[in-house]
């Protein structure tokens, strides 16, 4: 059984609730990351996603001096490094998300898993595909 660290990224930034919505952008865009966990006090506190700039900020009219902590979703679902892969999966298709932060036992941030990441591994393409079928669906 493949474990989440065997394909998560570990190319992972955390960003501060008080940054610019713009900056916030430009780190996504600079790294190809569709999310980054926010953290305050060496705690993660939330997340921004690319889908939070455009419906939370820029569709309700805000600008881009923005601050991450009024547009991100606050909470922030996890899991552990050694989980399995299909232990993500279920979790991303339980709360309809598609990337989930990856931490060790510490619940220290080590990695970020996509939905994409999934795809990679061929022998688990099955098991993840059908379970994260259902986030595609609407609630």
């Not at 919505?21 to 790294?31: K, P």
């Not at 709360?95 to 795809?119: E, M, S």
Request: proline share 4%; net charge negative; hydrophobic share 40%.
């Amino acid at each position: 059984m493949q474990k989440l660290t065997d394909l998560m990224s570990r190319d992972v930034k955390v960003i501060s609730p008080d940054t610019s919505i713009r900056d916030a952008a430009n780190e996504m865009r600079e790294g190809d990351f569709g999310m980054l966990p926010v953290g305050e006090n060496d705690r993660m506190i939330g997340a921004i996603t690319d889908r939070d700039i455009a419906i939370r900020a820029i569709a309700a009219g805000k600008d881009g001096s923005t601050k991450v902590r009024e547009v991100m979703s606050e909470g922030i679902f996890w899991v552990y490094e050694d989980q399995s892969i299909d232990d993500a999966a279920k979790m991303m298709s339980e709360r309809q998300v598609r990337r989930l932060p990856v931490v060790d036992r510490n619940k220290r941030l080590v990695g970020i898993v996509a939905l994409g990441d999934f795809a990679v591994e061929s022998s688990e393409i099955r098991p993840a595909a059908e379970a994260l079928s259902e986030i595609s669906k609407p609630s």
